[in-house]
């Protein structure tokens, strides 16, 4: 026997039937009615499939002899490609500390669009990282006091800039909740509605590393990056640093360019659904207007430090000095600030009840 199909009141998400006498369908519930057009409509504009978004093709390319006083250092351990003027020697690799040779005169990669510089030093870096350890409680006293670091560069991470204009038509569940009392019960009342969201949004130079060998959480809890700092790539503001040579295009880079931008948007519209007790998401879709991709490099400063054998590497943006990185955890300390919790707990716990006993024995 076939099922039943039910259709929802789009205003109140009550079951709605067909009426002869209107020719149209009716909702018992709020009296709404429609007709089969817009309900058809309604539905196939919040049940579109959501589509891959196409960003286009990033722009730029190497100027007369730019390249002339750049070369390409090659990791033989991790297989990372370093970009550093040709004057630099020996050095190591960012990522792995494995020792890094010259392999040949940079070619075959884009050109920058642009290069945020970096504003803070080498001495700046290690001041952060040693504030940042200085406020960690659960931090084993003996990584604190006697931790050495290792090493400081300076790198040009490269960065995928997106621009996106996205168009979202959304739907969402939302519900009202009301509670009462009357004699020896009490009542629960909760009411469903359906709110319809829809508009545009635009992004400006949303950031995905295009690097593989810097983890792309790492890379995103250093943000925001001050875009009004930005200036033409030149050559010149690689002296003294290293710069990362892109593994990852921008095609491949789109994925989670697409994942941020998406989720920002629903976010976004989200925020708008207010005036209920709870709500969920219930259908819709984003989809890219237009989009476009630059290229750009942005400062970061990479200290690395070896505790009991275990590498930590720490990230910090070298632009606003913001500062993040993996720690090791005191499991005593972290054992005896969980039993103080317990015990306060505890303490409140036994003092509720004592002040409840009172009560009634004074009552």
Sequence with gaps: MPALQEFKCPNCAGAITFDSATQQMQCPFCGASFTMESLRALDD???????????????????????????????????????????????????????????????????????????????????????????????????????????????????????????????????????????????????????????????????????????DDLMESIEPFDWSGAVGFQTAYLAGYLADKYDVDADASQARASERVRRSTEDAFAKTVTGYTSVTPDGGAVSLLGGRVHYALYPVWLLNTTWQGQKFTFAMNGQTGKLVGDLPLDKGAARRWRLAITGIAGAALTLLWLLTWLVKGIA
């Excluded at 196409?54 to 390409?72: F, K, L, S």
């Excluded at 931790?147 to 960065?159: C, M, Q, T």
């Design 45 to 215: 504009g919040l049940n579109q499939p959501q589509q891959a978004l196409d960003w286009g093709a990033p722009e730029g390319a190497w100027g007369q002899g730019e390249t002339a006083g750049m070369a390409v250092y090659s990791c033989q351990s991790c297989g990372g490609e370093i970009v550093a003027d040709a004057t630099t020697a020996a050095t190591t690799c960012p990522y792995c500390d494995n020792p890094v040779v010259m392999k040949g005169q940079l070619a075959g990669a884009l050109r920058p669009n642009a290069v945020i510089p970096f504003k803070l030093d080498k001495k700046a870096a290690v001041e952060a990282l040693s504030k940042h350890l200085q406020k960690k409680r659960l931090l084993p006293k003996v990584f604190k006091d006697q931790n050495h670091i290792d090493e400081v560069k300076g790198l040009y991470v490269p960065f995928w800039l997106y621009d996106a204009d996205m168009e979202a038509n959304l739907r969402y569940k939302g519900t009202q909740v009301r509670k009462w009392s009357s004699g020896n019960y009490d009542y629960t009342e909760t009411s469903t509605f359906l709110a319809h969201r829809g508009g545009r949004v635009a992004f400006d130079r949303v950031p995905v590393d295009g690097s593989s060998k810097m983890p």
